[in-house]
């Protein structure tokens, strides 16, 4: 069994010395986490972690081959609530350079929860192959509503080929 921990509002600091230069930065980033076995179809496919402007953290695990899924949505005041009554779709796909297609442009939208975010993909190139199998990796642009009310924030995706899509293996 696969298991994953997010934590999608991190604060990340580096140092890199190259050469005789030195570059020392801040900011957030995302801690995302697997173990056990090599993951399987029924495995989530989609991670996506999201910092929203207003505090609001949004977590989303998606299983593409099951109905297995579920979102939570921490608010800034109050419990964090678990959502599994939403849609995540791929508005727009792109072809990696191995031939495989992702979703590049998502929405997820939960009527009852008040929940409508458009998530675009802010760079190209981000395939990677783990344990066989091709992801696409990195960082998006979130819009939408939470509630009623505009929110924009950060986000990173963690994305399996689309199934039906992976191209032949060596």
Do not use: N
Not at 44 to 61: H, N, Q, R, Y
Not at 93 to 110: K, M
Not at 129 to 138: A, E
């Amino acid at each position: 069994t696969e298991r994953v921990v997010l934590v999608p509002r991190g604060r990340a600091g580096a140092r890199i010395v190259q050469g005789g230069d030195t570059l020392i930065a801040f900011g957030s980033g995302l801690l995302q986490h697997s173990w056990g076995d090599p993951p399987e179809k029924t495995a989530p496919g989609t991670i996506l972690a999201i910092a929203l402007e207003d505090g609001t953290t949004v977590s989303v695990l998606h299983g593409e081959e099951t109905s297995s899924h579920s979102m939570s949505l921490a608010r800034p005041a109050g419990a964090p609530v678990v959502i599994s009554d939403f849609t995540l779709r791929a508005d727009s796909t792109t072809i990696g350079a191995a031939g495989d297609r992702f979703g590049v442009a998502w929405r997820i939208v939960s009527a009852s929860s008040g929940v409508d975010l458009a998530i675009e993909f802010s760079g190209d190139g981000q395939e990677v192959s783990l344990m066989g199998i091709p992801y696409w990796f990195g960082r998006c642009a979130v819009s939408g509503t939470v509630a009623g009310q505009p929110v924009e924030g950060i986000g990173h995706v963690y994305i399996r080929a689309m199934a039906g899509t992976s191209a032949p293996g060596p």
